[in-house]
């Protein structure tokens, strides 16, 4: 069965630093998303992605975050310059067009100290 | 506000048993909602969406109830397992239109053998 596949699985970055992190949707998909989720709280939507633009974004989802489809297959979540509070698990989602059910990644977490 | 919560944040059942799992939502322009189910570790797993559309709809062992006029959204599973030992979160989609989910906060269901 197709899966959302994310890379690394585990990041260690210093403050200030800039991370990536990817994603492989599933390979009909074409409505990308990254939600993330802070220890012990709930998932929350950071922003989707259709058409090379960005469809949709949360007020997290601030200048020093940004997102793109390098190529063909993968979609990668940058964050410029890392706060302590950006430390969380990262998701990120596809779907097809037409329809409505997000299919998660396993999550990368982020851990900046 | 948008707003999803769950009335119980931690559930055990004996094995075998039903579970029933609530949630409660305040935008009435939600036309989707969805189950996830989220183990240590790892991403949210699709169980079972339903559409505003609907008041009912079943899988395997799961059942999705939507009540429109309440605003409430439970998921019930049958004869459970240790496998089901996992967090479980309700989201919904604030309308047509809407790319984002909306997480609840989440209820962690035991199964006790």
């Known amino acids: 069965e197709p899966e959302v596949t994310q890379t690394p699985s585990h990041q260690v970055t210093q403050m200030g630093q800039e991370v990536i992190l990817r994603c492989v949707p599933i390979s009909n998909h074409l409505y990308f998303y990254w939600y993330r989720q802070i220890l012990g709280q709930k998932v929350e939507f950071l922003v989707s992605f259709y058409n090379n633009e960005i469809s949709e974004k949360s007020e997290i989802f601030d200048d020093q975050f940004s997102v793109e489809r390098p190529d063909g297959s993968n979609f990668t979540l940058k964050i410029r310059s890392t706060k302590l509070e950006d430390s969380a698990m990262y998701f990120c989602a596809s779907k097809i067009v037409r329809t409505d059910t997000q299919y998660f990644g396993p999550g990368t977490r982020l851990t900046v100290l | 506000g948008e707003s999803v919560g769950l009335h119980l944040p931690t559930l055990s059942v004996q094995e075998g048993d039903n579970s029933i799992i609530n949630c409660a939502y305040s935008?009435?322009?939600?036309?989707?909602f969805i189950w996830y189910k989220q183990e240590s570790g790892k991403g949210p797993q699709f169980i079972i969406d339903i559409r505003s559309n609907m008041d009912k709809r079943q899988g395997q062992r799961v059942t999705v109830l939507l009540n429109k006029t309440v605003k409430h959204l439970s998921l019930q599973i049958a004869a459970t397992q240790p496998g089901d030992s996992a967090v479980y979160f309700c989201?919904?989609?604030?309308?047509?239109?809407?790319?984002?989910?909306?997480f609840g906060q989440g209820t962690r269901l035991t199964i006790n053998p």
């Open positions: 935008n009435s322009a939600s036309d989707y």
């Open positions: 989201a919904f989609r604030e309308g047509q239109g809407a790319q984002k989910l909306v």
